[in-house]
C-alpha cells in the first residue's frame, strides 16, 4: 500500500473501517468471553461520546488542560476510595495494566535506589502465574524475576515459597486479586505480613479484579482481602476498561503511600525545548481514554457495578457448576469471582476450542505451563450473562461429540520430536509452517488445534521466539 496521493469522503473511509471488522470476534453478539468488556448500548455510547469530546485534549500539559488534571483526580479518588486506601494514597491514570505494572516495578527499583544503597543488582519475587507484564517491566528496566512455585490444585501464590526467595536484593512482592489466567485471588494479607516483616514494598496486581471484586464481595462472594486496606500492601494495578466497563487505554497505578509516586516521575529541563514532566510512559496524552473512564463511573455508578456483579457472578456460578459436573473436564481452581479456566481430562482441548468457535463462541485458549495444563479462560461480562446457558448446551454436547471420537482422545498434531523442533531457527520453522502459522492470522474460522497443539508442546523459551519472529512478519505489510 503506497502512501495516498489525495484524500477520500468519509463515506467511504467509515464504510471500509467497518467492512474491515468482518473477520473480528462477534463481540457485540454476547459470544466472545474475552477481550471485550460491553456494558450494553446506552453505557458504551455514553463512553464514547465522551471519550470523543476529550480526543483532541492534550493531558501532556496540566496548566493548558486542567480539564484533563480534574478528570484524572476524580477518577483515582474514586479508584482510592474504591479500594480503601488510606489518607495520602494517590495513584496515576495509565493506558492499560502493562504501563501501570511497568510504572510500579520502576518505582520499587527506584525506591530501593534511592533508600537501600546496597541493592546493585534489584530482584522482583512473583509467583509463576503473575502476569507476563512483570517480566517485562524486569525486562525494560535491569530487574531480576524470581519465579516462585503456586499450589498446584488451587493454583494460589504460596507464602512460605515467597518468603523463601528473599534475598538482600529484593525490592518488592507481587501477587495478584485475581490472576488472569484461572481467576483465583492469591494470598494477599498473608504475602502482606511477609512484606511488613522484611521491610518491603508489595504489589497487588488488581487490574481484572480492581472493578469487580468489591462489588462482589457486597453481594456476598467470599472474597479474601485483596486491596488497599490490607496490611503490607503498597501498591495495585487496576484496569478501568476491564469491569469498569470503560473504552480501552484505562488502567491506573495506585500507592498507599503518596511520597512513592515521585519515583515514577520522569522530568527533564536540559535541553533546548519545553520543560518535560511526565508522570506516567507516555508524554502527549489524549484527554479521551481519561474522559471515557469518567464517564464511565459516573454513568453506571455503584448501583449499576452492583447490578452488573450480580448477574455475572450468577453466570459464573453457573459456569462453574457445570463444568464440574460435565464428565471430561476439569475447573482449574476455584474462582470466586467471574473469571475461571477448565482444561480437558481425557481428550484434546484445543479440539474442544475449535468446535466452541465453530458454534459462533470464542473462549480463549491457554497453553500449559508448570503445575496448570492447557485449558480454555473464560471471562464473564454483562452482556454474555444472557448467553451462559445456550454456551453451556453446546459446551456438553461438544465435550461428549469430541470424548466419543478416538480421534480427539489425544493430540495427533502433537510432534514426536519436541526437542528438535525447540531447537529450530524460529525463521527455519516458519518458513516450513508457512500454511500452518497463516491461519492463525484468518479470523474466528481458521481451525487453531494444529499450530496451539505444537505451541503448548514446546517449552515457552522455545514459542517465545517462534512468536516474536511470527509477530515481526504478522505486522508488517509487503511492500512491491
Known amino acids: 500500500m503506497a502512501f495516498p496521493k489525495t484524500g477520500r469522503t468519509a463515506e467511504s473511509l467509515l464504510a471500509e473501517l467497518e467492512a474491515r471488522k468482518g473477520n ?250 519545553y520543560t518535560i514532566v511526565n508522570p506516567t510512559m507516555q508524554s502527549g496524552r489524549s484527554g479521551g481514554p481519561i474522559a471515557g473512564a469518567w464517564a464511565a463511573l459516573n454513568f453506571i455508578g455503584e448501583e449499576g457495578y452492583l447490578r452488573f456483579a450480580k448477574v455475572t457472578q450468577e453466570g459464573a456460578r453457573k459456569i462453574c457448576d457445570a463444568v464440574r459436573e460435565i464428565e471430561g473436564l476439569k475447573l482449574l481452581g476455584n474462582p470466586p469471582g467471574n473469571v475461571l479456566a477448565f482444561a480437558a481430562e481425557d481428550f484434546d482441548i484445543f479440539a474442544l476450542s475449535d468446535a466452541m468457535k465453530a458454534k459462533g463462541w470464542y473462549l480463549q485458549p491457554q497453553f500449559g505451563f508448570g503445575p496448570s495444563p492447557a485449558n480454555l479462560h473464560i471471562s464473564v461480562g454483562f452482556v454474555n450473562a444472557p448467553n451462559v446457558d445456550a454456551m453451556l448446551e453446546d459446551l456438553r454436547a461438544e465435550t461428549a461429540r469430541l470424548r466419543a471420537d478416538p480421534a480427539y482422545r489425544t493430540a495427533p498434531h502433537k510432534p514426536e520430536d519436541i526437542s528438535a523442533i525447540a531447537g529450530m531457527d524460529p525463521a527455519e520453522l516458519l518458513d516450513s509452517m508457512s500454511g500452518v502459522f497463516a491461519a492463525r492470522a484468518g479470523g474466528p474460522g481458521a481451525e487453531m488445534r494444529p499450530i496451539n497443539t505444537l505451541m503448548d508442546a514446546l517449552p515457552h523459551t522455545a514459542r517465545d521466539r517462534i512468536l516474536t519472529e511470527y509477530i515481526n512478519r504478522l505486522y508488517a505489510k509487503p511492500r512491491a
Not at 533508600?115 to 528496566?141: D, G, N, Q, S
Not at 501477587?175 to 508489595?202: N, R, T
Open 24 to 273: 473480528d470476534v462477534r463481540w457485540k453478539e454476547g459470544r466472545v468471553f474475552a477481550y471485550v468488556y460491553d456494558a450494553g448500548p446506552e453505557a458504551m455510547e455514553t463512553v464514547k461520546q465522551a471519550y470523543g469530546s476529550f480526543l483532541t485534549e492534550n493531558g501532556l500539559d496540566p496548566t493548558s488542560f486542567p480539564s484533563c488534571l480534574e478528570l484524572e483526580r476524580d477518577v483515582i479518588a474514586m479508584a482510592l476510595d474504591l479500594q480503601n486506601a488510606p489518607p495520602g494514597a494517590k495513584g496515576s491514570f495509565t493506558t492499560g495494566g502493562t504501563e501501570s505494572i511497568l510504572l510500579s516495578v520502576k518505582t520499587a527499583r527506584d525506591h530501593a535506589r534511592a533508600t537501600k544503597p546496597h541493592i546493585t543488582a534489584p530482584e522482583l519475587v512473583l509467583p509463576e502465574t503473575a502476569h507476563p507484564a512483570f517480566y517485562k517491566a524486569c525486562k525494560y528496566f535491569d530487574v531480576k524475576p524470581v519465579v516462585t512455585p503456586v499450589d498446584p490444585e488451587t493454583f494460589t501464590a504460596m507464602p512460605d515459597a515467597m518468603e523463601k526467595a528473599i534475598t538482600d536484593q529484593t525490592v518488592m512482592l507481587v501477587a495478584s486479586a485475581p490472576s488472569y489466567a484461572h481467576g483465583v485471588v492469591d494470598p494477599i494479607a498473608d504475602i502482606g505480613q511477609i512484606a511488613l516483616k522484611a521491610g518491603l514494598l508489595f504489589h497487588v496486581d488488581c487490574c481484572v479484579g480492581g472493578m469487580y471484586l468489591p462489588f462482589a464481595r457486597k453481594l456476598g462472594a467470599d472474597i479474601p482481602d485483596f486491596d488497599l486496606s490490607t496490611p503490607g500492601v503498597t501498591q495495585m494495578s487496576l484496569d478501568f476498561h476491564k469491569w469498569g466497563y470503560a473504552a480501552k487505554g484505562a488502567s491506573c497505578v495506585l500507592y498507599t503511600d503518596g511520597e512513592l509516586r515521585k519515583h515514577q516521575i520522569f522530568a527533564w529541563s536540559g535541553w533546548t525545548g
